[in-house]
């Protein structure tokens, strides 16, 4: 079983950058096919991005595909959320998650991203 603990986020104005980081313990983060998914109040969790278990293929909403990138450094045991030009429609609470195939299995405690205009 793998722990996922993120980090980042926070406060930041429209057409500004974050960096979210979801460090995995328990298990290699090898093993696993990463996602970051987010919720803002009163909607439903939609889906960010995935990375594929080797960093070799990478996924995108269309919404975020042009500013938005994942990544991961199996050997820190990381994956990363660069978030670029952002705005106040991204303001949600932001997750990593975790799977082996099918739905994702573990999920981090979410961290806030709030965009102000």
């Known amino acids: 079983q793998v722990q996922l603990v993120q980090s980042g986020g926070g406060l930041v104005q429209a057409g500004g950058s974050l960096r979210l980081s979801c460090a995995a313990s328990?298990?290699?983060?090898?093993?696993?096919?990463m996602g970051w998914f987010r919720q803002a109040p009163a909607k439903e969790r939609d889906f960010v991005a995935a990375?594929?278990?080797?960093?070799?293929?990478?996924y995108y909403a269309d919404s975020m595909k042009d500013r938005f990138t994942i990544s991961r450094d199996n050997a820190k045991n990381t994956v990363y959320l660069q978030m670029n030009s952002l705005k106040p429609e991204d303001t949600a609470v932001y997750y990593c998650?975790?799977?082996?195939?099918?739905?994702?299995?573990?999920w981090g405690q979410g961290t806030q991203v709030t965009v102000s205009s």
């Open positions: 998650a975790a799977r082996v195939t099918g739905e994702y299995e573990y």
């Open positions: 328990g298990d290699t983060l090898r093993r696993y096919e």
């Open positions: 990375i594929s278990w080797s960093g070799g293929n990478t």
